[in-house]
């Protein structure tokens, strides 16, 4: 398996121990583990038969309880310091306190990380991904350094690109474990080290630690900035003496130590100050901790509990969420648009075909972001009713341009993979394809990986209903939150997409153009089609040309155009 992209993969096949006295809790984490797909848990109740399982077996990771009767946790860890190097496994301790000599043992016999009971279930799953993706970047690194052994007298000009191979692998390692890929901010687990260490500090010198968390609700139409880092990086620069990080969907963490609560409610300012440009809307929560008697977990979650208090608070009547539901319900979608992006054959520079687009220029709200309609659609169950009008309205439109002899190969929907589950959605595909006479192998659906992971069984069958129809399947935004190189082989696709921040930093970022051109050489092994997303720059097709991409699309052809936009803009070409 390649492992040339920083983001994290998914190991299905990777083999985990779990190791706990309690019944009920071991059936509780192997119903997590399944739920999560991997497919080779072992589960142990006694911890002396787990250390006979560790010196027969090889594992990639040990989930371990800390109080078991017979041999605690601790002692099960001294006793693996005497197996094999070859039988170490990264150990992650379960435990119900936070006993800190118990942690401090346990830490200088090996021990990488805690989690403590009881869990949440996407802290559980990231972790162990997060581990696993180390644990197997590393045998990579054993591996590389094992055939470097071999090869080094005979081959001397391959040696030095496998160096090479191997200091980019220990980049990406690091750069995995300090980095927020989307933004370039720290990763989680530096940001709550620096909030310990806050904590532990501040408590000193008598100074609190500011935890403000904002949530954004809706931005201003940029065209193809990545708005998310452009957030980031205007909050850094806004304050050079905090620590940033981006939390859950939507959402930034922002640390601060203060000196009392009007020093807190200036930083409060200097933040609300950044939605003045009209790019931004947000909403804000923050708490604060004079004494250091909290956890970093304890701050984060009251943090983002006070943003959601914000958040419900600040929803009024005229909110976003009753104007939505007034466009969906009252005026059955008529206040939405589509917008019709147009994709370029790479090879001759001929339009191939378009991404279409969901659009809302609310009088009382300005353009609001699609990705806000769709957040709050899904959420208050509404997303079908867009879906349906989505698909009448695209499938008629290029209906009309055939029979004008407009010659489009397809045209892309980006449509909800809750949606298409429940299989009233594929019958209104199948519907209006039929009104309108469009030939089902012009259409091509967009769907995140996110969302097909979340039912893997499901999802694969619904993608080979659609491509029983005619119709293609495009996985969208590959190469970012869940990606994995295995979803390529569960799913059955046709087109990936490669999410535009890559392109958006292909000029200056050495690994962004690695990861295209690895992720495009694995699409055409796999007889998929490559479209790229965010070309800007001339330059950026020139590189995109030798990586040998199929389709772009981006603002340096055109920005997402209205139906009379797109037909001048067909002609021109």
């Known amino acids: 398996m390649s492992h040339s992209s920083p983001a994290t993969h998914f190991y299905p096949d990777a083999r985990i121990l779990v190791v706990d006295d309690e019944p009920l809790f071991l059936a509780y984490l192997k119903k997590i583990l399944k739920g999560a797909g991997y497919q080779q848990p072992t589960f142990e109740s006694d911890p002396l038969a787990a250390l006979e399982l560790l010196r027969r077996e090889n594992f990639d990771l040990l989930l371990l309880d800390h109080n078991m009767p017979g041999m605690s946790g ?189 020093a807190l409610e200036a930083i409060v300012r200097k933040i609300e100050s950044l939605q003045e440009s009209g790019e931004y809307g947000f909403n804000i929560g923050y708490v604060v901790d004079w004494v250091g008697e909290v956890s970093p977990e304890q701050m984060i979650q009251h943090a983002r509990d006070n943003l959601r208090k914000e958040r419900r608070e600040t929803q009024q009547p005229t909110s976003m969420k009753a104007l939505l539901h007034q466009a969906i319900f009252e005026h059955h979608c008529a206040p939405f648009e589509l917008a019709w992006q147009p994709q370029i054959q790479l090879a001759d520079g001929r339009l191939s075909g378009a991404e279409v687009l969901l659009r809302w220029n609310s009088p009382e709200l300005g353009f609001v972001s699609p990705a806000k309609i769709v957040e709050i659609a899904e959420q208050e169950g509404w997303i079908g009713r867009i879906t349906l009008w989505l ?93 994995s190189l295995s979803y390529l082989k569960l799913f059955p696709i046709n087109i990936l997409k490669i999410d535009r921040s890559f392109a958006v930093n292909l000029m200056e970022d050495d690994v962004s153009l690695a990861i295209i051109q690895a992720m495009t050489q694995l699409a055409q092994h796999l007889k998929m089609s490559v479209v790229v997303e965010g070309v800007e720059y001339a330059e950026q097709i020139e590189v995109l040309k030798r990586s040998k991409v199929d389709l772009i699309q981006g603002y340096f052809y055109s920005k997402p155009l209205a139906p009379v936009d797109f037909l001048e803009f067909y002609n021109a070409k």
């Open 391 to 483: 698909i009448e309205t695209a499938v008629s439109q290029y209906g009309s341009w055939m029979r004008q002899g407009v010659a489009l190969d397809h045209f892309s929907l980006n449509l909800s993979a809750q949606d298409l589950l429940d299989g009233a959605c594929q019958q209104q595909i199948k519907r209006q394809l039929e009104r309108f006479e469009v030939p089902a192998e012009r259409l091509c659906v967009e769907l995140t990986e996110s969302k097909l992971v979340e039912n893997v069984t499901q999802g694969r069958q619904m993608l080979r209903e659609l491509q029983q129809m005619g119709i293609k399947v495009a996985l969208d935004d590959f190469g970012t939150g869940y990606s």
């Open 74 to 262: 601790l002692e099960l860890l001294n006793a693996m310091v005497q197996l094999p190097i070859e039988q170490q496994v990264p150990v992650m301790m379960l435990t119900a306190d936070d006993d800190m000599e118990s942690r401090h043992k346990a830490l200088a016999l090996g021990a990488l990380d805690f989690l403590t009971k009881p869990f949440d279930v996407v802290e559980v799953t990231t972790r162990i991904r997060n581990i696993l993706q180390v644990r197997m970047l590393h045998n990579e690194l054993e591996s590389m350094n094992h055939s470097l052994e071999q090869t080094v007298q005979a081959r001397t000009k391959q040696l030095q690109r496998e160096v090479n191979e191997r200091k980019r692998i220990e980049e990406q390692l690091e750069y995995l474990g300090a980095t927020d890929i989307q933004t370039g901010l720290p990763s989680g687990m530096i940001f709550m080290d620096r909030l310990q260490q806050s904590l532990l500090r501040n408590q000193k010198i008598s100074l609190g630690t500011a935890l403000i968390g904002l949530h954004v609700v809706w931005v201003e139409d940029m065209g193809e900035r990545d708005w998310m880092r452009d957030l980031a990086e205007l909050l850094v620069e806004q304050l050079p003496d905090a620590s940033v990080m981006r939390d859950e969907h939507l959402s930034y963490m922002v640390m601060h130590s203060v000196q009392d609560q009007e």
